[in-house]
């Protein structure tokens, strides 16, 4: 099991998990990213110097204790926050708003409830330059990947929690990002449906050879699901170290190996293990 502290990232930078340069053009890389509130009193420093990538293809998860920024740096990496200093590049390009090549998946579905499961799937290709045609067949392909084709015309309020998210992953990925990001997006649902999607998050990211970062409070969750972790430290908000999960998949949480990396990052984040 190997750690790395969150330095600014250089040649051989620590902060990339021993990958020199950072994120290839593929991948998500944050550099020196710090995010400072004005408020009434003095300033809030909530993330300083924080440095990571996140390698083409890779799954990685970003855990921490309460406090620590993973919201802030969501919503920066998202390009729906800006930062005080540093930048995240998405395959080599500054991050500047959102963009279609990324795909956000919120703990919450914000599905479109006068559309149908197909209808909200297509939603982001509305404005797409692709024909018709193109934009039934990615829909098919989309609901045929998270095994939703048969309630195709069914509306939101007659699905269940994990199909919402099923479809939410669906519209995602629909336009074909280069980058899934994903914040707690199985946090609203209940243990039994959260293993389920766990599952099939992975075979979704199997079959399509997406770059993920996923961020999530479940210390057990992103040892089931990366290939390293970047966890995070509080006041102000860092990367502490980067965990790589050298654990074979498929993971059993019986497995002594995977209780050692879950106990690993436990501790880094001071976790009780009924915060889990």
Known sequence: M???NGDSMTEDDPATGGRAGGAPDSGVAAD???????????????LDDVSFAV?????????????CGK??????IAGLTD???????????????PTTDM???????????????????GFGLERSDRSEAERER??????????????????PKSLSGGMKQRVAIARALAVDPE???????????????????????????????????????DVAEAVTLADRIVVMAAEPGRVAEVVDVDVDRTRERGDPAFGEHVSHVRELIGARPELD
């Open 83 to 97: 930062a005080t200093d540093g930048e995240v590049r998405l395959a080599g390009t500054p991050v500047t708003g």
């Open 71 to 76: 919201t802030t740096l969501f919503r920066i």
């Open 138 to 155: 990615r829909v098919d392909e989309m609901l045929d990947l998270v095994g939703l084709a048969d309630f195709r015309t069914t509306y």
């Open 32 to 46: 020196g990213v710090g995010k400072t509130y004005d408020g009434d009193g003095d300033p809030v420093r909530a």
């Open 55 to 67: 390698d083409g293809g890779e799954f990685v998860c970003l855990v921490g204790p309460s406090g």
């Open 103 to 121: 795909g956000v998946v919120f703990q919450e579905y914000h599905l479109f409830p006068w559309l149908t499961v197909e209808e909200n799937v």
């Open 179 to 217: 980058l899934l990001l994903m914040d707690e997006p199985f946090g609203a649902v209940d243990a039994q449906t959260r293993e389920m999607l766990q599952r099939e998050l992975l075979d979704v990211w199997t079959s399509t050879g997406k770059t993920v970062l996923f961020v999530t409070h």
């Open 2 to 4: 190997a750690g790395v």
